[in-house]
């Protein structure tokens, strides 16, 4: 399974999201270190709006995202663009 699955799948279970978005960023990124060429899946950002955030600061939601994804980070995720609300707040996206 891609890894952009396989985030999307642990947001969904863990957060319940009513808005979710996980973007494959890896293209942008081409040349960025040597053995980055922009076909593999290093860059992700994450776009999500939950009830589980509310009343949560910023640095707690993204803690809680960066906990659930750490196993995707220690694989080899090189880069992870968080992007987080709770239902009612203003979102850029």
């Given at each position: 399974?891609?890894l952009?699955?396989?985030?999307?799948?642990?947001?969904n279970?863990t957060f319940?999201?009513?808005r979710?978005n996980?973007?494959?960023?890896?293209?942008?990124?081409a040349?960025?270190?040597?053995?980055?060429?922009?076909?593999g899946?290093?860059?992700?950002?994450?776009?999500?709006?939950?009830?589980?955030f509310?009343?949560?600061?910023?640095?707690?939601?993204h803690?809680?995202i960066n906990?659930?994804?750490?196993?995707?980070?220690d694989?080899?995720?090189?880069?992870l663009?968080?992007?987080?609300?709770?239902p009612?707040?203003?979102?850029?996206?």
């Amino acid at each position: 399974m891609p890894l952009r699955e396989r985030i999307e799948n642990k947001l969904n279970e863990t957060f319940s999201p009513v808005r979710l978005n996980v973007i494959d960023e890896s293209h942008l990124h081409a040349g960025h270190q040597p053995d980055m060429t922009g076909t593999g899946e290093t860059h992700m950002r994450v776009q999500i709006v939950s009830e589980s955030f509310s009343g949560k600061s910023r640095v707690d939601r993204h803690r809680a995202i960066n906990a659930l994804l750490k196993p995707e980070l220690d694989a080899g995720l090189h880069a992870l663009a968080i992007e987080v609300a709770a239902p009612g707040e203003n979102t850029r996206f």
